[in-house]
């Protein structure tokens, strides 16, 4: 049976294959961040939904008594002050790249600005959601690329908590740069200090 850190993992290469053919007409550029349209408007749903659902798994991971992980219907509210207490310094410097493109976002940067903090890519995906016709132009590259990465970045560090390593590679997305979840130092200094006097 599949974990939770690896069921997450699957699913992110199956968004990455829609973005990868979304790429195949649309080149990942910041000159078309403000394009739109029904593809974008799937993907963002689609990675939107799922970065709910892996933070609570992160959360159940990192920290079970937190309201993050306790609560039924969590919501960012309870994720960043989560991610505030236990992995700022990591969600707010992890730096995502697309390959095939410049383009190198820290979706999860405004967490250095404390709970108040807003995502932009996360109210554009509220408003598709609730209010599609209203916010149609919001479905944009720009936004769909800021939830790939953020959920990107919570997949990764889901497999660092919980000492699970991934399998199967990114095509596109990948680190620009990132601090390692202290499970993982511990992991490593462990497993490097079996052996040694």
């Not at 699957?10 to 990942?28: G, S």
Request: net charge negative; aromatic share 12%; with cysteine.
């Amino acid at each position: 049976m599949k974990s939770a850190a690896q069921l997450h993992w699957d699913y992110f290469l199956l968004l990455e294959k829609d973005l990868i053919a979304i790429a195949e007409t649309l080149e990942l550029s910041e000159n078309n961040y403000s394009a739109y349209g029904p593809r974008l408007v799937q993907l963002i749903l689609s990675a939107g939904s799922e970065l709910d659902v892996a933070l609570k798994s992160l959360a159940l991971a990192m920290c079970p008594e937190n309201d993050a992980a306790t609560n039924n219907q969590p919501n960012m509210c309870h994720f960043k002050y989560m991610l505030i207490e236990y992995a700022q310094d990591q969600f707010a410097t992890a730096s995502v790249k697309f390959l095939r493109s410049e383009i190198v976002l820290t979706p999860w940067a405004s967490l250095k600005d404390g709970p108040n903090c807003v995502f932009d890519w996360w109210a554009s995906y509220n408003n598709i959601k609730h209010k599609r016709a209203e916010y149609y132009e919001s479905a944009n590259l720009k936004t769909a690329l800021e939830l790939v990465g953020a959920l990107f970045v919570v997949d990764a560090y889901i497999s660092e908590v919980t000492l699970e390593p991934h399998h199967g590679f990114t095509q596109i997305v990948d680190w620009d740069s990132h601090k390692h979840m202290p499970q993982l130092e511990q992991y490593y200094a462990a497993k490097y200090s079996i052996g040694k006097k």
